[in-house]
């Protein structure tokens, strides 16, 4: 069982470069969430959706845009890179009830120099 | 705003001993509490979850207690093992609230031999 796969584990960027991060569930959950995780600050939304072809923004968005056009996928893109977003990014998943686990991926370590 | 307070940031605990992990939140509307553990170099995966109108949650030998009035709540881990090393995080979902999880900063417990 795949769960949820995100690539790539590791990137290391250039300051102004642009990527995407993929995140691939195969679960059929309707919710999907990226996330940042850094030391002492714990686990940060950037974006989430609640369905194909819907997205929201989190406590974190700048610098970040997220696109859901087939409900197994959600992607991260960030289109100029700064240093202030290295960080260990993980996608999560779940179906829409409350008590719903979250499912997470084993995380995409980006290192923008 | 961080809407979820967590202690302490990291604690040591002995073999045998009780690991104690305590989680302070502010809004009232949060429905549901889980507990996240989270091994290094992989995703957070859901260990144990609380509903506000439970006052206790035993799962083995991890406990949540729930205190409504003070709005905190806390993981037990008795007889902690150094299997149980890892990093903890509380989460609050509100359900009216397109179902975001809001995360604390984060546990990381060492039980040493």
């Known amino acids: 069982n795949a769960g949820v796969t995100q690539t790539p584990k590791f990137r290391v960027l250039k300051t102004g470069q642009s990527m995407t991060l993929l995140c691939a569930q195969d679960?059929?959950?309707?919710?999907m969430y990226w996330y940042r995780q850094d030391p002492g600050m714990g686990l940060r939304l950037i974006h989430y959706?609640?369905?194909?072809?819907?997205?929201a923004k989190g406590e974190v968005p700048d610098g970040y845009n997220v696109s859901r056009l087939k409900k197994q996928n959600f992607l991260l893109g960030l289109e100029s890179a700064a240093p202030s977003q290295t960080s260990v990014y993980f996608c999560?998943?779940?179906?829409?009830?409350?008590?719903?686990?979250?499912?997470f991926g084993e995380g995409s370590r980006l290192t923008v120099l | 705003q961080q809407q979820v307070k967590q202690s302490p940031q990291s604690l040591i605990v002995q073999k045998g001993g009780i690991s104690i992990i305590n989680c302070a939140y502010e809004?009232?509307?949060?429905?549901?509490f889980p507990w996240y553990q989270q091994f290094p170099g992989k995703g957070p995966a859901l260990l144990i979850a609380?509903?506000?109108?439970?006052s206790e949650k035993k799962e083995g030998r991890f406990t949540i207690s729930f205190n409504k009035s003070a709005k905190q709540f806390s993981l037990h881990i008795m007889d902690s093992q150094p299997g149980d090393s890892a990093t903890y995080f509380c989460?609050?979902?509100?359900?009216?609230?397109?179902?975001?999880?809001?995360f604390g900063t984060g546990t990381k417990l060492q039980v040493i031999p």
């Open positions: 989460a609050a979902i509100w359900s009216g609230g397109y179902q975001k999880v809001t």
């Open positions: 609380i509903r506000p109108d439970v």
């Open positions: 959706s609640v369905g194909e072809g819907t997205t």
């Open positions: 679960m059929n959950h309707e919710y």
């Open positions: 999560a998943s779940r179906l829409a009830p409350v008590t719903g686990e979250l499912f």
């Open positions: 809004n009232t509307a949060f429905d549901y």
